[in-house]
């Protein structure tokens, strides 16, 4: 099984960016396709980006194109995050997951494996 473990968050500032990573091990991270979701307090949570196995299809949460990337580097067994004209509204715990197979979907219930989570804020 392949388990993920997210890095990289902080505080920035509003319009600033932040990019967060999220390394797999176990399993073979190429198989499957990533995808990050967010929870603000008190809220359930939202999807944000998902991406294939091989990174050649990206799909985003409309409120977020334009604004945040997603990447992978199967070689690093790493999925990336980069978050750009960051919004308060953006503050969040971001999480990592894992696809049941090798192309992405927008459904919590279609990830096996998540990660702990890292902390994103934002400051007005």
């Known amino acids: 099984q392949v388990q993920p473990v997210e890095s990289g968050g902080g505080l920035v500032q509003a319009g600033g960016s932040l990019s967060v990573s999220c390394a797999a091990s176990g399993g073979t991270f190429s198989n499957y396709a990533m995808g990050w979701f967010r929870q603000a307090p008190g809220k359930d949570h939202e999807f944000v980006a998902h991406i294939d196995w091989s990174g050649g299809n990206r799909y985003y949460a409309d409120s977020l194109k334009g604004r945040f990337t997603i990447s992978r580097d199967n070689a690093k067994n790493t999925v990336y995050l980069q978050m750009n004209s960051l919004k308060p509204e953006d503050t969040a715990v971001y999480y990592c997951?894992?696809?049941?197979?090798?192309?992405?979907?927008?459904?919590?219930?279609?990830?096996?494996?998540w990660g702990q989570g890292t902390q994103v804020t934002v400051s007005s």
């Open positions: 997951a894992v696809g049941r197979g090798p192309y992405g979907s927008t459904r919590r219930g279609e990830y096996d494996y």
